[in-house]
Protein backbone atom coordinates (compact mmCIF):
# COMPACT_ATOMS: atom_id res chain seq x y z
CA UNK A 1 0.00 0.00 0.00
CA UNK A 2 1.60 3.37 -0.90
CA UNK A 3 -0.25 6.42 0.85
CA UNK A 4 1.09 9.57 -0.98
CA UNK A 5 -0.14 13.11 -0.56
CA UNK A 6 -0.17 15.81 -3.42
CA UNK A 7 2.95 18.40 -3.48
CA UNK A 8 1.90 21.97 -3.48
CA UNK A 9 2.37 23.37 -7.01
CA UNK A 10 4.01 26.61 -6.44
CA UNK A 11 6.30 26.42 -4.18
CA UNK A 12 7.50 29.64 -4.15
CA UNK A 13 4.56 31.37 -3.47
CA UNK A 14 5.08 34.33 -1.04
CA UNK A 15 4.45 33.86 2.12
CA UNK A 16 0.77 35.59 3.02
CA UNK A 17 0.89 37.83 5.88
CA UNK A 18 -0.15 36.41 9.56
CA UNK A 19 -2.97 36.15 10.35
CA UNK A 20 -2.16 38.09 13.98
CA UNK A 21 -1.89 40.90 11.38
CA UNK A 22 -5.87 40.62 11.40
CA UNK A 23 -7.05 42.76 14.47
CA UNK A 24 -10.17 41.05 14.81
CA UNK A 25 -8.70 37.18 14.84
CA UNK A 26 -6.02 38.87 17.05
CA UNK A 27 -8.48 39.50 19.49
CA UNK A 28 -10.32 36.98 19.02
CA UNK A 29 -7.78 34.38 19.81
CA UNK A 30 -6.17 36.74 22.74
CA UNK A 31 -9.68 36.65 24.25
CA UNK A 32 -10.12 32.58 24.52
CA UNK A 33 -6.44 32.25 25.42
CA UNK A 34 -7.08 34.30 28.81
CA UNK A 35 -10.89 32.55 29.31
CA UNK A 36 -8.91 29.25 29.55
CA UNK A 37 -6.20 31.00 31.64
CA UNK A 38 -8.92 31.25 33.62
CA UNK A 39 -10.29 27.84 33.80
CA UNK A 40 -6.16 26.58 33.89
CA UNK A 41 -6.01 27.83 37.25
CA UNK A 42 -9.05 25.49 38.67
CA UNK A 43 -8.47 22.75 36.06
CA UNK A 44 -5.66 20.65 38.15
CA UNK A 45 -7.93 21.33 41.74
CA UNK A 46 -11.29 20.59 40.50
CA UNK A 47 -11.83 16.87 41.56
CA UNK A 48 -9.18 17.39 44.46
CA UNK A 49 -11.41 20.16 45.88
CA UNK A 50 -14.84 18.18 45.40
CA UNK A 51 -13.32 15.23 47.41
CA UNK A 52 -11.71 17.28 50.14
CA UNK A 53 -15.43 18.71 50.53
CA UNK A 54 -16.56 15.32 51.07
CA UNK A 55 -17.78 14.32 47.22
CA UNK A 56 -17.07 10.49 46.40
CA UNK A 57 -15.18 9.02 43.42
CA UNK A 58 -18.44 8.19 42.01
CA UNK A 59 -19.60 11.78 42.61
CA UNK A 60 -16.06 13.55 41.20
CA UNK A 61 -16.98 11.12 38.12
CA UNK A 62 -20.38 12.57 37.67
CA UNK A 63 -18.73 16.03 38.12
CA UNK A 64 -16.93 15.58 34.92
CA UNK A 65 -19.64 13.55 33.02
CA UNK A 66 -22.16 16.29 33.69
CA UNK A 67 -19.77 19.15 32.49
CA UNK A 68 -19.04 16.74 29.10
CA UNK A 69 -23.10 15.57 28.89
CA UNK A 70 -24.44 18.99 28.88
CA UNK A 71 -21.56 20.32 26.58
CA UNK A 72 -22.40 17.39 24.38
CA UNK A 73 -26.59 18.41 24.17
CA UNK A 74 -25.63 22.22 23.49
CA UNK A 75 -22.40 22.50 21.07
CA UNK A 76 -24.25 22.01 18.14
CA UNK A 77 -27.95 24.12 18.89
CA UNK A 78 -25.63 27.13 20.08
CA UNK A 79 -23.32 26.10 16.44
CA UNK A 80 -27.26 26.61 14.89
CA UNK A 81 -28.08 29.50 16.95
CA UNK A 82 -24.66 31.30 15.77
CA UNK A 83 -25.94 31.15 12.42
CA UNK A 84 -29.16 32.89 13.02
CA UNK A 85 -27.77 35.40 15.81
CA UNK A 86 -24.44 37.64 16.63
CA UNK A 87 -21.60 35.43 17.12
CA UNK A 88 -19.82 38.08 18.86
CA UNK A 89 -23.24 38.38 21.69
CA UNK A 90 -23.04 34.50 21.91
CA UNK A 91 -19.58 34.49 22.88
CA UNK A 92 -19.61 37.47 25.17
CA UNK A 93 -22.96 35.71 26.94
CA UNK A 94 -20.71 32.19 27.13
CA UNK A 95 -17.84 33.93 28.98
CA UNK A 96 -20.22 36.00 31.21
CA UNK A 97 -21.81 33.19 32.51
CA UNK A 98 -18.67 30.76 32.71
CA UNK A 99 -17.35 33.62 35.04
CA UNK A 100 -19.96 33.48 37.18
CA UNK A 101 -20.35 29.51 37.44
CA UNK A 102 -16.28 29.68 38.36
CA UNK A 103 -17.30 31.97 41.32
CA UNK A 104 -20.16 29.67 42.25
CA UNK A 105 -17.73 26.68 43.37
CA UNK A 106 -16.64 28.67 46.31
CA UNK A 107 -19.50 28.41 47.74
CA UNK A 108 -20.04 24.64 47.18
CA UNK A 109 -19.69 21.90 49.77
CA UNK A 110 -22.12 19.07 48.37
CA UNK A 111 -22.00 16.84 45.44
CA UNK A 112 -25.07 17.39 44.05
CA UNK A 113 -24.50 20.95 44.01
CA UNK A 114 -20.66 20.48 42.20
CA UNK A 115 -22.06 18.41 39.42
CA UNK A 116 -25.25 20.87 38.86
CA UNK A 117 -22.87 23.35 38.58
CA UNK A 118 -20.52 21.18 36.53
CA UNK A 119 -23.71 20.55 34.34
CA UNK A 120 -24.22 24.27 33.73
CA UNK A 121 -20.41 25.26 33.09
CA UNK A 122 -20.78 23.14 30.34
CA UNK A 123 -23.47 24.90 28.90
CA UNK A 124 -21.66 28.15 28.97
CA UNK A 125 -18.54 26.26 27.03
CA UNK A 126 -20.65 25.32 24.86
CA UNK A 127 -22.20 28.98 23.99
CA UNK A 128 -18.35 29.79 23.48
CA UNK A 129 -16.70 27.39 21.84
CA UNK A 130 -18.72 26.81 18.70
CA UNK A 131 -19.48 30.66 17.97
CA UNK A 132 -15.59 31.05 18.46
CA UNK A 133 -14.88 28.63 16.05
CA UNK A 134 -17.02 29.57 13.60
CA UNK A 135 -16.45 33.15 13.75
CA UNK A 136 -12.72 32.00 13.27
CA UNK A 137 -13.83 30.47 10.26
CA UNK A 138 -15.69 33.71 8.85
CA UNK A 139 -12.69 35.42 9.35
CA UNK A 140 -9.64 32.82 7.80
CA UNK A 141 -8.77 33.57 4.39
CA UNK A 142 -8.74 30.81 2.22
CA UNK A 143 -6.56 28.06 2.10
CA UNK A 144 -5.41 28.90 5.21
CA UNK A 145 -8.04 26.74 7.71
CA UNK A 146 -5.23 24.61 8.86
CA UNK A 147 -3.17 27.78 10.05
CA UNK A 148 -6.12 29.37 12.05
CA UNK A 149 -6.83 26.46 13.79
CA UNK A 150 -3.66 25.58 14.73
CA UNK A 151 -3.30 28.54 16.37
CA UNK A 152 -6.73 27.92 17.94
CA UNK A 153 -5.35 24.98 19.55
CA UNK A 154 -2.43 27.01 20.65
CA UNK A 155 -4.18 29.81 22.27
CA UNK A 156 -6.29 26.89 24.19
CA UNK A 157 -3.65 25.34 25.27
CA UNK A 158 -1.74 28.52 26.31
CA UNK A 159 -4.37 28.54 29.24
CA UNK A 160 -3.48 24.37 30.07
CA UNK A 161 0.19 25.61 30.09
CA UNK A 162 0.20 28.96 32.38
CA UNK A 163 -2.99 28.26 34.33
CA UNK A 164 -2.21 24.98 36.57
CA UNK A 165 0.82 25.52 38.17
CA UNK A 166 -0.11 29.16 39.12
CA UNK A 167 -3.20 27.41 40.19
CA UNK A 168 -2.33 24.70 42.37
CA UNK A 169 0.55 26.97 43.89
CA UNK A 170 -1.88 29.25 45.25
CA UNK A 171 -3.76 26.22 46.45
CA UNK A 172 -0.91 25.00 48.54
CA UNK A 173 -0.55 28.32 49.70
CA UNK A 174 -3.39 29.74 50.26
CA UNK A 175 -6.48 26.67 49.93
CA UNK A 176 -8.82 26.48 46.81
CA UNK A 177 -11.36 28.80 47.12
CA UNK A 178 -9.02 31.66 46.03
CA UNK A 179 -7.90 30.03 43.10
CA UNK A 180 -12.15 30.02 41.92
CA UNK A 181 -11.41 33.94 42.70
CA UNK A 182 -8.76 34.47 40.82
CA UNK A 183 -10.37 32.38 37.99
CA UNK A 184 -13.42 34.78 38.16
CA UNK A 185 -11.32 37.91 37.73
CA UNK A 186 -8.79 36.44 34.57
CA UNK A 187 -12.41 35.92 32.97
CA UNK A 188 -12.95 39.66 32.91
CA UNK A 189 -10.51 40.98 30.52
CA UNK A 190 -11.66 38.34 28.01
CA UNK A 191 -15.14 39.46 28.24
CA UNK A 192 -13.92 43.42 27.76
CA UNK A 193 -11.86 42.27 24.81
CA UNK A 194 -14.31 40.57 22.68
CA UNK A 195 -17.09 43.51 23.56
CA UNK A 196 -14.88 46.12 22.41
CA UNK A 197 -13.44 44.22 19.81
CA UNK A 198 -16.69 43.71 17.40
CA UNK A 199 -18.72 46.70 18.37
CA UNK A 200 -20.11 47.43 15.02
CA UNK A 201 -18.80 44.11 13.57
CA UNK A 202 -21.81 43.04 10.91
CA UNK A 203 -21.70 39.38 10.49
CA UNK A 204 -21.61 38.66 6.58
CA UNK A 205 -23.29 36.94 4.37
CA UNK A 206 -22.24 33.61 2.70
CA UNK A 207 -21.17 35.19 -0.31
CA UNK A 208 -19.60 37.81 1.09
CA UNK A 209 -17.42 35.32 3.54
CA UNK A 210 -16.46 32.84 0.43
CA UNK A 211 -14.70 34.22 -2.91
CA UNK A 212 -13.24 30.94 -3.72
CA UNK A 213 -9.87 31.49 -6.51
CA UNK A 214 -10.86 28.38 -8.23
CA UNK A 215 -14.25 27.04 -9.02
CA UNK A 216 -14.92 23.35 -7.28
CA UNK A 217 -18.20 22.23 -8.00
CA UNK A 218 -20.21 21.50 -5.02
CA UNK A 219 -20.50 17.76 -5.50
CA UNK A 220 -17.07 17.20 -5.22
CA UNK A 221 -15.76 19.45 -2.45
CA UNK A 222 -19.12 18.91 -0.67
CA UNK A 223 -19.44 22.57 0.96
CA UNK A 224 -23.17 22.87 0.78
CA UNK A 225 -23.97 19.57 3.01
CA UNK A 226 -23.43 19.07 6.69
CA UNK A 227 -22.56 15.26 6.28
CA UNK A 228 -20.85 14.15 3.10
CA UNK A 229 -17.96 11.25 3.27
CA UNK A 230 -15.20 13.80 4.47
CA UNK A 231 -16.77 15.14 6.80
CA UNK A 232 -18.14 11.56 8.55
CA UNK A 233 -14.40 10.14 8.67
CA UNK A 234 -13.19 13.42 10.15
CA UNK A 235 -16.19 13.23 12.79
CA UNK A 236 -14.91 9.98 13.35
CA UNK A 237 -11.12 10.72 14.00
CA UNK A 238 -12.43 13.50 16.03
CA UNK A 239 -14.30 11.53 18.10
CA UNK A 240 -11.70 9.14 18.82
CA UNK A 241 -8.95 11.61 19.93
CA UNK A 242 -11.82 13.45 22.18
CA UNK A 243 -11.28 9.78 24.58
CA UNK A 244 -7.72 10.31 26.33
CA UNK A 245 -8.70 13.75 27.44
CA UNK A 246 -12.25 11.95 28.60
CA UNK A 247 -10.15 9.71 31.02
CA UNK A 248 -7.29 12.95 31.73
CA UNK A 249 -10.25 15.32 32.70
CA UNK A 250 -11.91 12.41 35.15
CA UNK A 251 -8.77 10.86 36.95
CA UNK A 252 -5.57 12.75 35.77
CA UNK A 253 -5.39 14.84 39.23
CA UNK A 254 -6.57 11.78 41.40
CA UNK A 255 -4.16 9.58 39.58
CA UNK A 256 -1.26 11.28 39.93
CA UNK A 257 -2.11 12.07 43.21
CA UNK A 258 -2.58 8.43 44.27
CA UNK A 259 0.94 7.86 42.49
CA UNK A 260 2.09 10.33 45.69
CA UNK A 261 2.82 13.49 43.53
CA UNK A 262 2.38 17.06 45.31
CA UNK A 263 0.32 19.48 43.68
CA UNK A 264 2.77 21.25 42.26
CA UNK A 265 3.71 18.43 40.63
CA UNK A 266 0.59 17.46 39.55
CA UNK A 267 0.29 21.11 38.01
CA UNK A 268 3.72 20.81 35.91
CA UNK A 269 1.78 17.48 34.60
CA UNK A 270 -0.77 19.64 32.95
CA UNK A 271 1.57 22.19 31.79
CA UNK A 272 4.66 19.98 29.76
CA UNK A 273 1.82 18.44 27.48
CA UNK A 274 0.84 22.39 26.87
CA UNK A 275 4.24 23.62 25.84
CA UNK A 276 4.64 21.80 22.83
CA UNK A 277 1.64 22.41 21.59
CA UNK A 278 1.91 25.75 21.36
CA UNK A 279 5.20 25.55 19.88
CA UNK A 280 4.26 22.87 17.31
CA UNK A 281 0.28 23.41 16.48
CA UNK A 282 0.83 26.56 13.97
CA UNK A 283 3.31 25.01 12.26
CA UNK A 284 1.48 22.12 11.76
CA UNK A 285 -1.50 23.71 10.39
CA UNK A 286 0.63 25.88 8.13
CA UNK A 287 2.23 22.32 7.02
CA UNK A 288 -1.16 20.53 6.43
CA UNK A 289 -1.96 23.90 4.09
CA UNK A 290 0.54 23.32 2.01
CA UNK A 291 0.56 19.02 1.77
CA UNK A 292 -3.03 18.11 2.33
CA UNK A 293 -4.43 17.05 5.59
CA UNK A 294 -5.31 13.51 5.60
CA UNK A 295 -2.25 11.54 6.32
CA UNK A 296 -1.01 13.81 8.86
CA UNK A 297 -4.26 13.61 10.50
CA UNK A 298 -4.44 9.41 10.51
CA UNK A 299 -0.70 8.69 11.13
CA UNK A 300 -0.31 11.32 14.00
CA UNK A 301 -3.77 10.31 15.84
CA UNK A 302 -2.66 6.71 15.49
CA UNK A 303 0.92 7.49 17.48
CA UNK A 304 -1.30 9.09 19.96
CA UNK A 305 -3.56 6.23 21.24
CA UNK A 306 -0.01 4.87 22.09
CA UNK A 307 0.96 7.55 23.72
CA UNK A 308 -1.97 7.02 26.28
CA UNK A 309 -1.69 2.93 26.56
CA UNK A 310 2.01 4.44 27.98
CA UNK A 311 0.50 6.29 30.74
CA UNK A 312 -1.09 3.01 32.16
CA UNK A 313 2.24 1.63 32.27
CA UNK A 314 4.78 4.02 33.93
CA UNK A 315 4.81 5.57 36.93
CA UNK A 316 8.00 7.88 37.45
CA UNK A 317 7.06 11.76 37.15
CA UNK A 318 10.38 12.30 35.06
CA UNK A 319 9.24 9.63 32.66
CA UNK A 320 5.67 11.03 32.32
CA UNK A 321 6.92 14.42 32.39
CA UNK A 322 8.49 13.22 28.61
CA UNK A 323 5.98 11.64 27.64
CA UNK A 324 3.95 14.27 27.88
CA UNK A 325 6.06 16.58 25.86
CA UNK A 326 5.40 13.85 23.01
CA UNK A 327 1.90 13.50 23.46
CA UNK A 328 1.46 17.82 23.08
CA UNK A 329 3.62 17.43 19.85
CA UNK A 330 1.73 14.74 18.43
CA UNK A 331 -1.63 16.18 19.51
CA UNK A 332 -0.72 19.36 17.61
CA UNK A 333 -0.36 17.73 14.60
CA UNK A 334 -3.14 15.40 14.44
CA UNK A 335 -5.76 18.05 16.01
CA UNK A 336 -4.84 20.85 13.87
CA UNK A 337 -4.68 18.42 10.50
CA UNK A 338 -8.48 17.35 11.57
CA UNK A 339 -9.65 20.64 12.78
CA UNK A 340 -8.39 22.20 9.07
CA UNK A 341 -9.90 19.06 7.11
CA UNK A 342 -13.43 19.32 8.94
CA UNK A 343 -13.38 23.40 8.37
CA UNK A 344 -12.64 22.71 4.50
CA UNK A 345 -15.19 20.90 3.95
CA UNK A 346 -18.04 22.60 5.99
CA UNK A 347 -21.14 23.82 4.48
CA UNK A 348 -20.60 27.88 3.58
CA UNK A 349 -23.85 28.91 4.69
CA UNK A 350 -23.72 27.22 8.04
CA UNK A 351 -20.46 27.25 9.53
CA UNK A 352 -21.88 27.59 13.20
CA UNK A 353 -23.57 24.18 12.87
CA UNK A 354 -20.49 22.67 11.39
CA UNK A 355 -18.30 23.61 14.74
CA UNK A 356 -21.75 22.48 16.24
CA UNK A 357 -22.00 19.02 15.03
CA UNK A 358 -17.78 18.62 15.05
CA UNK A 359 -17.40 19.89 18.60
CA UNK A 360 -20.03 18.14 19.60
CA UNK A 361 -18.67 14.72 18.12
CA UNK A 362 -15.47 15.37 19.65
CA UNK A 363 -17.36 16.29 23.41
CA UNK A 364 -18.99 12.36 22.97
CA UNK A 365 -15.85 11.15 22.27
CA UNK A 366 -14.46 12.63 25.83
CA UNK A 367 -17.85 12.29 27.65
CA UNK A 368 -17.52 8.48 26.63
CA UNK A 369 -13.28 8.49 28.05
CA UNK A 370 -14.62 10.24 30.94
CA UNK A 371 -17.31 7.74 31.96
CA UNK A 372 -15.49 4.65 31.11
CA UNK A 373 -12.06 5.54 32.68
CA UNK A 374 -14.26 7.03 35.81
CA UNK A 375 -15.54 3.30 36.29
CA UNK A 376 -12.28 1.40 35.20
CA UNK A 377 -10.44 3.94 37.68
CA UNK A 378 -12.52 2.43 40.51
CA UNK A 379 -12.47 -1.27 39.85
CA UNK A 380 -9.74 -2.23 38.34
CA UNK A 381 -5.68 -1.58 38.16
CA UNK A 382 -4.85 1.91 38.22
CA UNK A 383 -3.32 1.92 34.88
CA UNK A 384 -5.62 0.34 33.33
CA UNK A 385 -7.87 2.93 31.82
CA UNK A 386 -5.60 5.04 30.02
CA UNK A 387 -4.33 1.18 28.35
CA UNK A 388 -8.02 0.83 27.31
CA UNK A 389 -8.72 3.95 26.41
CA UNK A 390 -5.43 3.88 24.13
CA UNK A 391 -6.35 0.54 22.72
CA UNK A 392 -10.16 1.76 22.43
CA UNK A 393 -9.10 4.95 20.62
CA UNK A 394 -6.78 2.95 18.08
CA UNK A 395 -9.39 0.33 16.94
CA UNK A 396 -11.41 3.44 15.92
CA UNK A 397 -8.89 5.50 13.89
CA UNK A 398 -8.05 2.03 12.43
CA UNK A 399 -12.24 1.55 11.36
CA UNK A 400 -12.06 5.13 10.19
CA UNK A 401 -8.79 4.08 8.07
CA UNK A 402 -10.15 1.32 6.15
CA UNK A 403 -13.58 3.22 5.52
CA UNK A 404 -11.69 5.94 4.03
CA UNK A 405 -10.05 3.06 1.89
CA UNK A 406 -13.06 1.06 1.22
CA UNK A 407 -16.09 4.26 0.16
CA UNK A 408 -13.25 7.05 -0.94
CA UNK A 409 -14.81 8.43 -3.95
CA UNK A 410 -13.09 6.94 -7.40
CA UNK A 411 -10.61 9.31 -9.10
CA UNK A 412 -12.52 8.34 -12.24
CA UNK A 413 -15.72 10.61 -10.65
CA UNK A 414 -13.85 13.18 -8.42
CA UNK A 415 -11.35 12.42 -5.93
CA UNK A 416 -12.37 13.54 -2.55
CA UNK A 417 -10.50 17.49 -2.32
CA UNK A 418 -9.77 19.93 0.65
CA UNK A 419 -10.82 22.91 -0.92
CA UNK A 420 -7.42 25.07 -0.52
CA UNK A 421 -7.15 26.35 -4.02
CA UNK A 422 -4.96 29.15 -2.69
CA UNK A 423 -1.95 26.81 -2.07
CA UNK A 424 -2.73 24.31 -4.63
CA UNK A 425 -2.84 21.04 -2.27
CA UNK A 426 -5.01 18.22 -2.73
CA UNK A 427 -5.33 15.52 -0.13
CA UNK A 428 -4.94 11.93 -1.73
CA UNK A 429 -4.22 8.57 0.06
CA UNK A 430 -3.39 5.75 -2.95
CA UNK A 431 -3.39 2.40 -2.60
Known amino acids: ?255 TADLGFSLTAIGWTYSVYSVPIILVAPWAGRFSDRVGRLLLMFSASILLSFVWVSYGIITSFLIIMVVGVLEGSIDAVARAANDGYLADHSPHHARGKAQGLYNAVQQFGTLAGSLIGGFLYENTARGMPFVIIGLLQFGLLTLAFLLYLLFRPNKKTGVVRSPTPAVGSVDTLEV
Open 1 to 255: MNLSVSKPTNSKRKRPPSLWSNWQIASLLIAIAVSFLAQGFVSPIRTLYARDEGASGVAVGFMAAAFLFSGFVFLFPFGWLSDRVHRPNLIIAGLIGHSLITLGFMFTTSAEMFILLRFVEGITAAAVSSPARALLADLTPPGRNGEAFGLFSAVITFGMFAGPPIGTLLAEITGFQAVYLLSFIIFIPSILLVLFSYRGYRQRSTSELDTPVVSIPAEVTGTEKLLTFPIVIGCLVKGAIGLGPGVAIAIWSLF
